[in-house]
């Protein structure tokens, strides 16, 4: 029965008052045949566009094969999965899961299970930054610590040491002998598209072995393709010891997952840890997909070149407008912009120009088109952006 006080739908979101029917590549498309530029990517997500074939014909034909047994038995697809991860990365083992959230809890597990197996249990913090983001559930909540993802879910879990934004003093003093890891956004996504300079991130890496302390990556937003490396890291020069990722893993489909050294993952043994659909040859087929078009030759330089027309236009327009965009942020295609007007606002904007963004905190709205936007959906971005400008600076 339905009570009057609450809508069906638990309502933890406010939605903007649209709907969409289908999608192809980086358009989508509502019930009356209107269409949109889609510059949100599902949050990052569809980096392949809409219903790109090859990630059609790999659900579809695997669809028609099976879709899931269990981690008690062997999965070719997510062998291959963990294969070709493993080549390409840093890492030396991957666990595959289904979220950001549970690739995150997979990797604070992971640090404190490798310190317990060191025989040093009681080293078992981790440090992290203010205006983070790690996912909803209460570890990754209790990471972050901002106000608006904790309040009202006391208890949280302890153990957490939250260090303010670009305080290097404050960094240097939090990592410990009681420091299992450090974990950080190489690029704060939901924190406003905030870029952490390549040498705070170098020095981070520096301190985190000079306390022997592993350091987590958080690449969920940043990685696969995003910022035009296949990881962000590659671009700064630094490798962390455990990386979760999601997001694109999937091209839309629910993928995650936890890569890591083989020793910052030695203390993970049979039975730790676990996931029932995790892995499962359905995911596991359409993200082996994902990866046979992003690590095709000149993939990632296609996403460099139109990452570099995306912002150097919205650079473009900050200068011209100044009025309107107060900065201009990001890597590759992870572009945001500071607005003077409230984000909401501009997103509403953007929507009636035909271009659908997605807003972040510090009043930014991000510009996320899909990996294989053309440049001709860029310009069309662009123009949308500069219509806005002019209705805000008047
Ligand atoms: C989205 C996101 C997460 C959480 O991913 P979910 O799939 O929503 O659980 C974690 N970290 C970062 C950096 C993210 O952007």
């Not at 579809?60 to 080549?87: G, M």
């Not at 640090?111 to 249990?121: D, I, K, S, T």
């Not at 120009?353 to 936007?373: C, E, I, M, W």
Request: charged share 20%; hydrophobic share 45%.
């Amino acid at each position: 029965m339905q009570n009057q006080a609450i809508p069906t739908l638990l309502p933890v979101y406010q939605r903007a008052d649209v709907a969409f029917e289908r999608g192809e590549g980086a358009w989508l498309y509502d019930r009356e045949g209107r269409r949109w530029l889609d510059m949100m990517s599902g949050i990052a997500v569809t980096a392949l566009g809409h219903c790109h074939p090859h990630l059609v014909r790999a659900v579809q034909e695997q669809a028609a094969k099976l879709w899931h047994v269990s981690n008690i038995v062997r999965i070719p697809e997510l062998e291959r999965l963990a294969d070709r991860l493993v080549a390409a990365t840093f890492a030396d083992t991957c666990f595959v899961c289904n979220s950001g959230a549970e690739a995150l809890e997979c990797a604070i597990k992971m640090a404190r299970r490798y310190w317990h197996e060191q025989g040093e249990p009681e080293r078992h913090r981790i440090v992290t930054f203010e205006g983070a983001f790690h996912g909803r559930t209460m570890a990754t909540v209790s990471a972050a610590g901002g106000k608006k993802l904790i309040d009202g879910f006391a208890p949280l879990l302890p153990g957490f040491d939250i260090v303010p934004w670009g305080d290097h003093e404050a960094f240097n003093a939090a990592v410990g002998p009681e420091t299992a890891a450090v974990l950080i956004e190489p690029i704060q996504g939901e924190g406003g598209v905030r870029v952490v300079p390549d040498e705070c991130l170098k020095g981070i890496r520096l301190l985190c072995d000079q306390q022997g302390a592993l350091l987590i990556l958080d690449e969920v937003q940043t990685g696969m393709g995003r910022t035009g490396t296949l990881f962000y890291h590659e671009q700064v020069g630094i490798e962390p010891d455990i990386m979760p990722i999601a997001k694109a893993l999937g091209g839309g489909f629910p993928v995650g997952a936890c890569l890591a050294t083989a020793r910052a993952a030695s203390g993970m043994t049979a039975g730790t840890h676990g996931s029932t659909f995790g892995g499962n040859p359905l995911a596991c087929a359409v993200a082996n997909a994902v990866l046979d078009v992003m690590l095709e030759e000149g993939f990632l330089e296609g996403v460099r070149e139109r990452g570099a027309q995306l912002i150097g236009g919205l650079e473009e327009l900050r200068r011209r407008y100044p009025a309107a965009i107060a900065e201009v942020r990001g890597r590759g295609l992870m572009a945001g912009i500071r607005t003077e007007a409230p984000n909401s606002d501009w997103a509403r904007r953007l929507r009636d120009h035909g271009v659908v963004p997605v807003t972040a905190s510090d009043n930014v709205v991000r510009l996320f088109p899909p990996l294989t936007a053309t440049a001709e959906d860029i310009a069309f971005g662009l123009d949308a952006v500069e219509a806005v400008c002019r209705e805000v600076a008047g």
